[in-house]
T-cell receptor, first 116, second 111 residues
Framework: EAQVTQNPRYLITVTGKKLTVTCSQNMNHEYMSWYRQDPGLGLRQIYYSMNVEVTDKGDVPEGYKVSRKEKRNFPLILESPSPNQTSLYFC???????????????FGPGTRLLVL | SQQGEEDPQALSIQEGENATMNCSYKTSINNLQWYRQNSGRGLVHLILIRSNEREKHSGRLRVTLDTSKKSSSLLITASRAADTASYFCATGTYTGNQFYFGTGTSLTVIP
């Protein structure tokens, strides 16, 4: 089954404790992306990757890191989480032969993060 | 921010009625997409309309695009309780690789 998986689905942590949220897709997609969703603000793009070893900042990259060492995986790293990073996070992927906006994005189920 | 906005923020209708939601965006676009999100879950792609198209249909969905007004609308005809969800429009930068989602319209369809 074609899917995007994220782990963990729920996470409670404390300020400053490094964490990684994993994202994996099995569709051989070139394009992968991370979003955060907050009430009243919709989805905002954090980082995206056009292909292996190619990553770019989205609208709200501060406090986050990503890496794309393999095509299927795109982990999101919070080196020193703060309470304002409490949010619902989504990973997404799409094929990207041309512009990514021309392609359907497939979303993971989400990771709900609480930073105390 | 180049984020778009949906209007209305919330919409409540009776089953069988039509639901219309609007999206306004700020930059020139190549394409615009609509997505649906059921309560706290991942988004699901509904329809894509290209910048040179004015209207597109998919089942009970009708999407229009007015690039001169930088706006799009999504019409759901003969709504069902299962259509209850949040709906988001998404646009991209000129390069097409960075996405901007609107703030969403929360639709409730009352059986």
């Amino acid at each position: 089954e074609a899917q995007v998986t994220q782990n963990p689905r729920y996470l409670i942590t404390v300020t400053g404790k490094k964490l990684t949220v994993t994202c994996s897709q099995n569709m051989n997609h070139e394009y992968m992306s991370w979003y955060r969703q907050d009430p009243g603000l919709g989805l905002r793009q954090i980082y995206y990757s056009m292909n292996v070893e190619v990553t770019d900042k989205g609208d709200v990259p501060e406090g986050y890191k990503v890496s794309r060492k393999e095509k299927r995986n795109f982990p999101l790293i919070l080196e020193s989480p703060s309470p304002n990073q409490t949010s619902l996070y989504f990973c997404a992927s799409s094929s990207s032969f041309g512009r990514a906006i021309q392609e359907t994005q497939y979303f993971g189920p989400g990771t709900r993060l609480l930073v105390l | 921010s180049q984020q778009g906005e949906e209007d209305p923020q919330a919409l409540s209708i009776q089953e069988g009625e039509n639901a219309t939601m609007n999206c306004s965006y700020k930059t020139s676009i190549n394409n615009l997409q609509w997505y649906r999100q059921n309560s706290g879950r991942g988004l699901v792609h509904l329809i894509l309309i290209r910048s040179n198209e004015r209207e597109k249909h998919s089942g009970r969905l009708r999407v229009t695009l007015d690039t001169s007004k930088k706006s799009s609308s999504l019409l759901i005809t003969a709504s069902r309780a299962a259509d209850t969800a949040s709906y988001f429009c998404a646009t991209g930068t000129y390069t097409g690789n960075q996405f901007y989602f609107g703030t969403g319209t929360s639709l409730t369809v009352i059986p």
